[in-house]
């Protein structure tokens, strides 16, 4: 039977959907709807598609930043923690396998029955060199045994068309030897092949949060990066922060519809939070930013996702940094409890990711 939550008006004031719009009966829901979540979450996703755990391990490939070596800015966006990736600094503290041996060695205790991965080019900006080089450590990742597939973080204005030319390369079936590793099903041949994603930070629509961070480019970067990087075979995320300075609540959910328009698959979400020895962190103590309350993040996450298509994958909905550099605000530590409240809302007001979507703007 279909959720009635469905139909349910969403607290944006949104109408709720025409009866032409509402699903009529189950088969008509997507399968996290028919599940009975209230999102379509990053890990219904990759048990879907792979029919097992899938995690992420993070892969240091010892790249840099153009927002930090002075190719676009120095100093790199005011959240970060990017003393890092000085250039300098930026020697790979072991092979990429080796990286990915030791991760899924410490990972072992807490997802026992997990057996692939997905090596996941987390740090700095990982396609900031020559195209053989990230030819390289890419193929190492997908080399190990254990990984079915690339997750690459970048800047929107960081993918030039050879680059996102050998990211697609990486979509294609994997050579024999590697491909009995990858997940089969005869029904949808795109499984024989690694998975690949793309994950864009994107942050706002807005230009003048951008020009807060330092970003050092604009949202119109996104928009070219989204448009070059369609139909190449992977997968396109943004990344996007909620409780920037100075944008108000329609702001924010301007930005969700906004993804939805780019036609994008995924989306990872969290609120802006405060390292030690960053800028962010000096304006917070002189009171010039105010950082979200764990109760006003939640309302604004759970209308956020009301506004994104039901299609698309809810990559993330916090974040946090290791205790040693975190300042806060501390209720991001709690992970599971953020979880929880943003269920319980969902829950409270009966809506879903979607009710409040408006097709017609996408
Ligand atoms: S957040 Fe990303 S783009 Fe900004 S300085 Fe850090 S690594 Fe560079």
């Not at 999102?39 to 930090?68: E, H």
């Not at 060199?129 to 990742?141: F, G, K, N, Q």
């Not at 990066?225 to 396109?236: D, L, N, P, Q, T």
């Amino acid at each position: 039977m279909a959720d009635p939550a469905a139909y349910a008006p969403s607290a944006a004031g949104n109408p709720p959907p025409t009866p032409s719009e509402r699903p009529r009966h189950a088969a008509d829901e997507l399968p996290w709807q028919r599940a009975g979540l209230p999102y379509f979450s990053c890990n219904f996703d990759l048990r879907q598609r792979f029919g097992r755990r899938v995690q992420k391990v993070s892969v240091d490939a010892g790249f840099t930043c153009p927002n930090v070596d002075g190719s676009v800015a120095i100093g790199g966006c005011t959240f970060c923690d990017n003393r890092s990736y000085s250039p300098s600094r930026r020697l790979p503290r072991t092979s990429i396998r080796g990286q990915i041996d030791e991760s899924i060695q410490r990972m072992r205790l807490r997802y026992r029955k997990c057996r692939d991965y997905l090596a996941y080019f987390q740090p700095a900006t990982n396609t900031y060199a020559p195209v053989e080089r990230l030819r390289t450590v890419y193929r190492e990742a997908l080399s190990h045994p254990q990984v079915v597939g690339l997750v690459i973080g970048t800047r929107p204005d960081c993918v030039p068309d050879d680059v996102l030319a050998l990211i697609e390369e990486f979509t294609q079936p994997a050579p024999p030897t590697h491909s009995s590793t990858l997940p089969s099903n005869p029904t949808n041949p795109t499984l024989q092949r690694p998975y690949v994603a793309v994950e864009y930070g994107m942050q706002s629509m807005h230009d003048r949060s951008l020009d807060w961070m330092n970003r050092g480019h604009h949202h119109a970067a996104m928009i070219d990066a989204v448009e070059r990087s369609r139909g190449r075979g992977f997968e396109i995320g943004a990344h996007v922060m909620l409780g920037l300075p100075n944008e108000t609540r329609d702001d924010m959910l301007a930005t969700a519809r906004e993804i939805g328009r780019l036609g994008i698959e995924a989306v990872k979400i969290h609120n802006l939070y405060c390292v030690k020895g960053t800028p962010l962190a000096d304006q917070v103590a002189r009171g010039e930013v105010r950082l979200m309350g764990r109760n006003e993040y939640v309302q604004t996450l759970v209308d956020f996702i009301e506004q994104l298509p039901p299609t698309m994958i809810v990559d993330r909905i916090s974040g946090d940094a290791p205790p040693d550099y975190f300042l806060g605000p501390s209720w991001c530590l709690d992970k599971p409890s953020v979880r929880t409240a943003v269920l319980a809302e969902f829950a409270r007001r009966q809506t879903r990711q979607g009710s409040a979507w408006n097709k017609a703007l996408a």
